[in-house]
């Protein structure tokens, strides 16, 4: 049993749905009790669907249980093959059906359902989580319609991975197929996303797969390497330097491909102008899946400049790699689905803005900390009108935009230093370019409201040798330092007097750390 | 008021439906319970798929820690490696040690829990016993497969009800959880009337419990509160028939039935609600202009329905189509029911694509469902309502009833004002 506030990840069958949402003529019959159709909206209001998933719930209830559960799901799998008539269909359990143990892949291989393939899917509820969900139903419906075949004439791909509900999935296909054309290739199918089951039986034309998303699409498209012999891409073309890894991945493939124009591409000319020098060094956290954390990371530190002070994922199945890839920033990742030790975990780094998902963003709110969202679990602020990839060149370039966009800026952020007592233009007012009402200071207004960023209060509190505390007059000082820069200075002021065994901390220590850690 | 209709849909015949239901599970309930009961914490031991239903069902990731969670059942626990029950215990401690200010624990039973026949009674009978009594451990279930959306308050509340002292006077007892503004309002005007002691089910807070005894009487201000009524009953409260207090016409009934009952004079009672039900008939005046006329379809969701499409059909002008309730309780919702005028086609329960084909040949001028259906049928030309608003906003009393009325209107005049087709 574990306590759980919120969830990073849904129950494997929304990965299931996630798949059959994506793709057109699949149909889903979801062994499942009422109420499990709560997983609809998820696609009809977060992501805006204009129709409802292909699935069809068996909706069961107690008086049911023990009875005719079993016919419920033949009479149900009947009447949506009846009434849907798709090319194919998936079956499986939600976690109570799953408890009933009525075998509805079982039941639905021995049905006379027109001679449709019939897919029957295991994924176990009470162990997995919704990216194992997609990965597994996924690789299941590839590993069925699939087949060897004769290649296509002209150099041609699949994309692998994109989904229903996915962080920017829409776009990134877009951005990706264009590039792809760039280079003179085309794409043989993308699935599951778009994709029929007609369309993923000539999977095997092309003659290498694009892996997109690693989380859903890997386990096909080691299949894929293995029984249809296509190649598949290891870079995830994030970012100005991963997306150049991707092409030169892609020729090294495909001879016959060409240089893509980098014509559209802002973010290196952006990063390098005066303007982002404030950029410098600005310590981040990452958290997400671990695709987007691990390509983010490397944006954050090469091609905008920042540290990278923290980072993780929520998925437990990409640890290996994630803590790989932290070593190379000399950190240690941060693995879990418990986002009460995320919050922690921030905390501690301190850092001046986090790249995460809708959680960090709360975590960021609540601690006074910028975020930018970089990754899935999505919200309906992930599924904008307007064309926002975050793969390719235009998905750097919408990088660049969406990450600056949280932190106050360039001579912004000056004038804060300089005029930091002023009762107008000070930190708490936030940054000019955002909404909300500037409030007034919390000196000004008397008393001292409990602000999450205050840094007043019982210092520190352990005790022991090791104890530090701030004098008043040092602490008043500290409070003159902007926010976004506060908790950085803090840390590094005790860290400072602890390595010192100085047991008080003065104005001078202040300085003194500031002079030392000095960049 | 005008008149009760020549032949209501009272004794009109139900057609009762079964088959796939888009529907919420009883769960969805702890979004507004949690917040009405200021003091309380509602334990879920489920799955992981509960847990990933009380985040998505109302987008309710704005409080930093709320007051539920899920104890999320694992492997061990369903192959017995692990007692359960112990499991359980620590949680609960763990729980309560981090939250000193709660004082009543819901223990609250799902799909998952109610296969396995994990006893939660046992388990909150014993929690009880340890911290009594400083916090109250009760359970209920909001599983599917026993409760559709709103029977989660019912089952909450049922739940609550041997635990509440033993009145022994005559007493007035509110039950169904109301917005604390609304409340407010409905306790004014039972008090400008000369009642007082009146007590509310569920209380805001816990020490505030409401008494229960054999002179108590109970009006109901929610339509599915089938089980706590038949608690209630069972320890000796009378039941106040009336509709429901929805717009100017239910609220004025619902009220003269509580003021009759409570010895309040005629003309006590129009000069209370005089003021009120005029400003209460300007509001849905406003709005009924663009609803007069228009056509109304219900798929099943709150078993609001009922009363909803009373109000609709008989202050806002509108024609109902089809009222769908999941679940039609007779003995609460029969007032509403009598005063419908007949015509509509009344479901029970639901088969979901059955009913939509229902909807798309009436092609109804707004069609009232859930949020997993609203967006396909906006796209099919339909222009819809979501229910679930309809139990997230306040809507009942006088107050509210321009509201309501507004809530319907809403998306008409958007139709309406949206100019997207190319100029000609």
């Not at chain 1, 919200?379 to 935009?401: C, K, L, T, W």
């Not at chain 2, 089952?155 to 959880?177: D, F």
Request: proline share 7%.
């Amino acid at each position: 049993m574990k306590l759980s506030v919120w969830t990073y990840e849904g129950p494997p069958h929304v990965g299931a749905m996630r798949v059959a949402t994506g793709m057109r003529g699949l149909h889903y019959v979801l062994h499942a009790p009422q109420g499990d159709t709560y997983a609809d909206l998820l696609f009809t209001m977060i992501e805006r669907r204009d129709r409802r998933p292909p699935v069809t719930y068996t909706t069961f209830q107690a008086r049911d249980l023990g009875s005719d559960t079993a016919d419920l799901f033949r009479t149900a799998c009947e009447d949506a093959v009846a009434r849907f008539r798709p090319e194919a269909i998936i079956v499986g359990a939600s976690c109570t059906a799953e408890l009933i143990q009525d075998d509805p892949g079982g039941m639905a291989e021995t049905m006379d359902l027109g001679g449709i393939p019939v897919i029957p899917l295991e994924l176990p509820s009470y162990q997995r989580k919704e990216n194992f969900g997609a990965d597994e139903t996924f690789y299941q419906v590839v590993k069925r319609l699939a087949q060897p075949m004769e290649r296509t004439a002209r150099p041609t791909v699949n994309i692998l991975g994109p989904t229903g509900l996915g962080f920017r999935h829409r776009d990134d296909v877009a951005e990706i197929t264009g590039l792809l054309a760039d280079m003179g290739i085309e794409v043989n199918v993308c699935a599951p996303m778009g994709a029929t089951p007609a369309d993923i039986a000539r999977l095997g034309a092309a003659h290498a797969n694009v892996l997109l998303y690693p989380e859903t699409g890997e386990t096909a498209a080691r299949w894929c390497e293995k029984t249809l012999g296509q190649p598949f891409t290891k870079t995830v073309p994030m970012g100005v330097g991963a997306t150049r890894d991707f092409i030169a991945e892609i020729r090294a493939m495909l001879p016959d491909a060409l240089a893509p124009s980098e014509a559209g591409l802002r973010l290196p000319w952006y990063s390098a102008s005066v303007d982002s020098t404030y950029l410098t060094g600005k310590r981040v956290f990452l958290f997400g899946d671990a695709t987007h954390v691990m390509a983010a990371a490397r944006i954050a530190r090469d091609e905008m400049g920042f540290e990278v002070c923290g980072m993780g994922c929520y998925n437990r199945e990409f640890a290996r790699p994630m803590r790989a890839a932290a070593k190379e920033y000399g950190l240690s990742a941060l693995i879990t689905d418990d986002y009460l030790e995320v919050e922690r975990a921030i905390e501690d780094a301190a850092p001046e803005m986090i790249l995460g998902t809708q959680m960090e963003r709360h975590i960021g709110k609540r601690l006074g900390i910028p975020c930018a969202v970089i990754s899935a679990p999505v919200h309906v602020q992930d599924f904008p009108a307007r064309y926002s990839p975050v793969m390719g060149f235009e998905g750097a370039n919408v990088i660049f935009d969406t990450w600056v966009h949280p932190l106050v800026m360039g001579l912004e952020e000056h004038l804060l230093h300089m005029f930091r007592e002023d009762f107008e233009f000070h930190d708490a007012a936030g940054p000019s370019h955002h909404g909300g009402k500037a409030v007034a200071r919390a000196e000004d207004a008397g008393g001292q409201p409990p602000d999450p960023r205050s840094i007043s209060g019982p210092v520190m509190e352990e005790t022991g040798a090791d104890v530090v505390t701030w004098l008043a007059e040092a602490e008043r000082e500290l409070k003159k330092i902007p926010f976004f820069v506060r908790g950085k200075a803090r840390r590094n002021t005790e860290t400072f007097a602890a390595e010192r065994g100085v047991r008080e901390i003065s104005v001078d220590t202040l300085y003194e750390a500031k002079a030392h850690y000095a960049r | 008021m005008p008149k009760p209709p020549a032949t209501g849909c009272g004794a009109a015949p139900v057609l009762k439906e079964r088959g796939q239901r888009e529907v919420f599970c009883g769960l969805t309930g702890i979004i507004w319970l949690h917040r009405k009961m200021q003091d309380a914490f509602f334990l879920v031991v489920g799955s992981r798929t509960c847990a990933h239903l009380l985040q998505s069902a109302a987008g309710v990731m704005i409080f930093a820690e709320p007051r539920f969670a899920t104890a999320i059942l694992e492997e061990t626990d369903l192959a017995g490696l692990a007692d359960a029950q112990d499991e359980l215990d620590n949680q609960v401690a763990q729980l309560l040690a981090r939250r000193p200010d709660i004082r009543q624990l819901f223990l609250v039973g799902s799909c998952p829990s109610e296969v396995i026949k994990l006893d939660l009674g046992r388990a909150a009978e014993r929690l009880s016993a340890v911290h009594a009594p400083h916090v109250r451990v009760l359970n209920y279930s909001g599983s599917g497969i026993e409760t559709t959306f709103t029977e989660g308050e019912d089952a909450c509340l049922a739940a609550m009800v041997p635990a509440l002292p033993e009145a022994n006077a005559k007493s007035l007892l509110i039950a169904g959880a109301l917005p604390d503004v609304v409340e407010d309002q409905m306790l004014g005007l039972l008090r400008a009337m000369g009642i007082e002691d009146v007590a509310c089910l569920p209380a805001r807070r816990a020490d505030d419990l409401p008494a229960v005894g054999p002179d108590t009487v109970v009006a109901l201000v929610q339509p599915f509160l089938g089980e706590t009524l038949a608690a209630l009953t069972r320890r000796g409260a009378r039941h106040i028939e009336a509709p429901l207090p929805f717009g100017d016409e239910g609220t004025t009934a619902w009220l003269w039935a509580v003021a009759r009952e409570m010895g309040v004079d005629a003309n006590t009672f129009a000069r209370v609600t005089e003021a009120p039900r005029a400003r209460a008939r300007r509001a849905i005046a406003a709005a009924s202009g663009t609803l007069n006329g228009k056509s109304v379809f219900f798929f099943p969701d709150s078993q609001l329905e009922i009363p909803l499409a009373r109000f609709l059909t008989r202050e806002c002008g509108m024609d109902a189509v089809e009222v769908g309730a999941p679940f039609i309780h007779r003995a609460i919702v029969g007032p509403d029911l009598d005063l419908l005028p007949e015509g509509p086609t009344i479901s029970e329960g639901q088969d979901v694509d059955k009913q939509l084909d229902r909807a798309r040949a009436a092609r109804p001028d707004l069609t009232v469902c859930g949020l997993g259906l609203a967006n396909p049928l906006e796209s099919e030309g339909l222009t819809t309502k979501w229910a679930i608003e309809l139990v997230f906003t306040p809507v009942h009393f006088y107050e509210q009833a321009g509201d309501l009325a507004g809530l319907f209107a809403r998306p008409l005049r958007r139709k309406e004002k949206l100019r997207l087709e190319a100029a000609e």
